[in-house]
């Protein structure tokens, strides 16, 4: 995923009916920016954190609007993949850890633990807590996805944003093209008690803007 002062991604969302089927587009398109950096010490070593701010379609992060801003997401790379290390708020840090969420390279059936990095577009309406952890699991290494910008060959790991058994866990799919970021996200439910997923919707990729480093 490159990460670069400037870099953005925007989707559009989808909403699907239980099985799968429908997919109405949103009229409007939201994503997410790389606008900042924070240096963090991270294991006795100064480390560059990128700041990902929810965006409106228009790249502006959402900290000019009032009441609505719920800071940005620190990330960087490290040697084994993407590392979530922690919120900021304000050029203030809410909450700091050092989790890796996206392994890479990786194998199918990987599972790592971390704190909940729960990225949808509209924002953190199912109100997670700071510190939720959960675990990401590689569940494909080349599943394709088909979006508004192209045509996809994926690593998807699944992450579980909400477990209450014996009712139902949310979980999200984040599709990861190496070398582009999240392409898209698919959101769905697990009933225990009917032992069956139902899907919600989905967010695919309408256009993005990278930097390497």
């Given at each position: 995923m490159p990460l670069n002062v400037g870099n953005y991604w925007l989707y559009r969302e989808f909403e699907l009916e239980p099985d799968g089927s429908g997919g109405e587009p949103d009229e409007w398109q939201y994503g997410f920016v790389i606008d900042g950096t924070m240096t963090l010490l991270i294991d006795g070593d100064s480390t560059k954190c990128f700041k990902l701010f929810h965006c409106w379609e228009d790249l502006k992060p959402y900290y000019d609007k009032p009441g609505?801003?719920?800071?940005?997401?620190?990330?960087?790379?490290?040697?084994?993949?993407?590392?979530?290390?922690?919120?900021?708020?304000?050029?203030?840090?809410?909450?700091?850890?050092?989790?890796?969420?996206?392994?890479?390279?990786?194998?199918?059936?990987?599972?790592?633990s971390g704190h909940v990095f729960y990225y949808n577009i509209l924002g953190n309406y199912s109100n997670i807590p700071d510190d939720a952890v959960s675990e990401y699991e590689c569940v494909s290494t080349d599943s394709l996805i088909s979006t508004p910008a192209g045509d996809f060959n994926c690593i998807v790991y699944r992450l579980a944003y909400h477990d209450f058994p014996p009712l139902f866990r949310g979980e999200v799919n984040y599709f990861?093209?190496?070398?582009?970021?999240?392409?898209?996200?698919?959101?769905?439910?697990?009933?225990?008690?009917?032992?069956?997923?139902?899907?919600?919707?989905?967010?695919?990729?309408?256009?993005?803007?990278?930097?390497?480093?």
């Amino acid at each position: 995923m490159p990460l670069n002062v400037g870099n953005y991604w925007l989707y559009r969302e989808f909403e699907l009916e239980p099985d799968g089927s429908g997919g109405e587009p949103d009229e409007w398109q939201y994503g997410f920016v790389i606008d900042g950096t924070m240096t963090l010490l991270i294991d006795g070593d100064s480390t560059k954190c990128f700041k990902l701010f929810h965006c409106w379609e228009d790249l502006k992060p959402y900290y000019d609007k009032p009441g609505s801003f719920e800071g940005s997401k620190l990330i960087y790379h490290g040697t084994k993949g993407i590392y979530y290390a922690g919120i900021e708020r304000y050029d203030t840090l809410k909450i700091t850890f050092n989790d890796l969420i996206f392994p890479y390279p990786v194998k199918k059936g990987e599972i790592v633990s971390g704190h909940v990095f729960y990225y949808n577009i509209l924002g953190n309406y199912s109100n997670i807590p700071d510190d939720a952890v959960s675990e990401y699991e590689c569940v494909s290494t080349d599943s394709l996805i088909s979006t508004p910008a192209g045509d996809f060959n994926c690593i998807v790991y699944r992450l579980a944003y909400h477990d209450f058994p014996p009712l139902f866990r949310g979980e999200v799919n984040y599709f990861i093209k190496p070398g582009i970021g999240i392409v898209g996200m698919i959101m769905m439910v697990y009933h225990y008690n009917l032992d069956e997923y139902r899907y919600l919707r989905k967010t695919l990729l309408t256009d993005y803007q990278i930097y390497n480093e």
